[in-house]
């Protein structure tokens, strides 16, 4: 991609702003989702941690 001189900040740059704040909503709940809920969650020893 950097011999094509293509980055990924200068095509968001070109794109409007409603993409832009919805591709930042969608990358923050990602976050929050599968930060939660990634590899090795198990809601038992949450829920049965202190029994």
């Given at each position: 991609m950097r011999?094509?001189?293509f980055?990924?900040?200068d095509e968001?740059?070109?794109?409007?702003v409603i993409f832009?704040?919805?591709l930042t909503y969608?990358?923050?709940f990602g976050i929050l989702?599968?930060?939660v809920y990634g590899s090795g969650y198990d809601a038992s020893v949450f829920v049965y941690g202190q029994f």
């Amino acid at each position: 991609m950097r011999e094509q001189n293509f980055t990924i900040r200068d095509e968001l740059a070109k794109q409007n702003v409603i993409f832009k704040w919805a591709l930042t909503y969608a990358l923050i709940f990602g976050i929050l989702i599968f930060g939660v809920y990634g590899s090795g969650y198990d809601a038992s020893v949450f829920v049965y941690g202190q029994f």
